[in-house]
């Protein structure tokens, strides 16, 4: 029987913020909202809030494109809160937040919805026994607030110098993070132009997407107060190295980690090694979920610790897939798996499923991980064998277009609606130079 909208809502607290987003995040990667004032809360969430299905072949330019189930002025959503994530946004005072679920006007679920794809390869998981744990790192660049990038942080990277340049800001970001019930594990300026990193706890896999959503709408709040604009798109420097969106991962069952304290690389168990195979065997049409802008492709060079590489190493960051087993006797809590050839131009829903969907496919499958790589591959020139991930947006589009495993586990609508708007963004910027690049994506991350 089809999921329908639900009957029996939770109890709302009254709010004391006067309006409340509703957000999504399209197949380009940008977060659309609708808004309700707080005292229609309880409506929109028994009876949705309208938005039309033609979001869901918005290219990142706001360009329209029709695909074969989706696309064009026809049909209607309705945008249902899901409650539980309600939040008070600190970083937005007056403003709540709460992400939105896509269902039909006849109240079945959309089945392009991003956020019930992720939640529906998670609900796969815990069927087969594993529970999965997820996290963003979030990058970005901070500049003044102006049309053109003007950072505001100088000095070496990770360097205390270009702290204290921003020490303020990151105090500010930091508690209205935690006071919006998102708990920061780290944060330090970057290496690259006016870049900072942070990392948050982990949560199952849609509860990390939420996430990633609130806290690039936090930073770039909490960064207008400071008279700067954050720019989360991969790269703001020709030729400079870029910003990513790696995400962390790891799975347990019943009686722990699963990539710790078996038998396989660096202790991990057979299903822990086979779930790491599977995302493995899918990172080039991953690539095109989580990095397909054409911009991306500025970043996703090697030798930058981008992970342009199809190869895993134990702490080996110029591969795709990297492995952390944390310090000795943390092994059984602190190992987890890096996805590092993501950026923020990827929506996190369709991001965190694709890997879960890959994973348990690589499960099913009894996979087992290649020889590790160490070093950079691209010093070994192609007699290393390593394959290269797709260069460009269109590589990566046909990547994905070939994925029997994404496509199984997308559907039809939102797997070429996802095709559509990559192939659509390849071919409008094919013959844009890196400056051209940059200049389209700036500020829309």
């Known amino acids: 029987m089809p999921e329908r909208i639900p009957i029996e809502l ?13 957000s999504f995040v399209d197949n380009a990667g940008i977060t659309r909202v609708k808004t309700v004032p707080a ?5 929109a969430a028994r009876y949705g809030v309208g938005a039309s299905p033609c979001f869901e072949t918005y290219a990142f330019d706001d360009v329209p494109e029709v695909g074969r189930y ?12 899901d409650l539980s994530r309600l939040t008070s ?9 709460a992400p939105a679920d896509k269902f039909t006007q006849d109240g079945t679920r959309f089945p392009a919805c991003q956020r019930a794809f992720a939640a529906r390869q998670a609900e796969q998981a815990r069927q087969s026994g594993l529970r999965l744990s997820m996290a963003f790192e979030t990058e970005w660049a901070l500049g003044r607030d102006a049309d053109e990038f003007i950072p505001v942080m100088h000095g070496p990277g990770y360097g205390i110098i270009r702290l204290g340049d921003v020490a303020d800001y990151a105090r500010d970001l930091v508690s209205a993070l935690h006071r919006q019930g998102v708990a920061v594990e780290q944060f330090h300026p970057e290496y690259a132009l006016s870049q900072l990193e942070l990392s948050v706890a982990p949560a199952d896999p849609v509860a990390a997407a939420d996430d990633a959503v609130l806290v690039r709408h936090t930073i770039r709040q909490v960064a207008r107060r400071f008279g700067h604009r954050a720019q989360l798109a991969p790269v703001i420097e020709a030729g400079g190295c870029g910003s990513g969106a790696h995400l962390h991962f790891s799975m347990h069952d019943e009686r722990g980690s699963l990539l710790a304290g078996g038998d396989g690389p660096y202790g991990m168990q057979a299903v822990g090694e086979a779930f790491l195979a599977g995302v493995l065997r899918e990172i080039p049409a991953l690539v095109a979920v989580g990095a397909g802008n054409p911009v991306s492709f500025l970043r996703l060079q090697p030798s930058r610790w981008a992970g342009a590489w199809q190869c895993w190493g134990r702490e080996t960051r110029e591969t795709a897939l990297r492995f952390v087993t944390g310090v000795r006797g943390t092994e059984s809590w602190a190992a987890n798996a890096e996805l590092k050839c993501l950026d923020a131009t990827g929506n996190p829903y369709l991001v965190v499923g694709s890997v879960v969907a890959a994973g348990l496919a ?9 020889g590790e790589t160490t070093g950079d591959p691209a010093l070994s020139g192609p007699k290393s064998g390593i394959p290269r991930l797709p260069a460009t947006a269109a590589e990566a589009a046909e990547r994905l277009s070939e994925s029997t495993v994404l496509a199984a586990a997308m559907g039809p609508e939102l797997h070429d609606a996802l095709l559509t708007v990559r192939r659509a963004e390849a071919t409008r910027y094919a013959d844009a130079t890196a400056a051209d690049l940059i200049d389209a994506t700036r500020w829309r991350f």
């Not at 005292?39 to 409506?43: A, V, W």
């Not at 690589?362 to 290649?370: C, I, K």
Request: proline share 12%; with cysteine.
């Open 10 to 22: 939770p109890l709302i607290e009254p709010l004391d913020d006067e309006m409340v987003i509703l």
């Open 39 to 43: 005292q229609r809360l309880t409506h």
């Open 70 to 81: 989706l696309g064009g002025p026809d049909g209607d959503l309705r945008l249902i809160p």
């Open 89 to 97: 946004l600190a970083c937005q005072p007056g403003w709540a937040w």
């Open 362 to 370: 690589g499960v099913r499958d009894g996979l087992t991980l290649p």
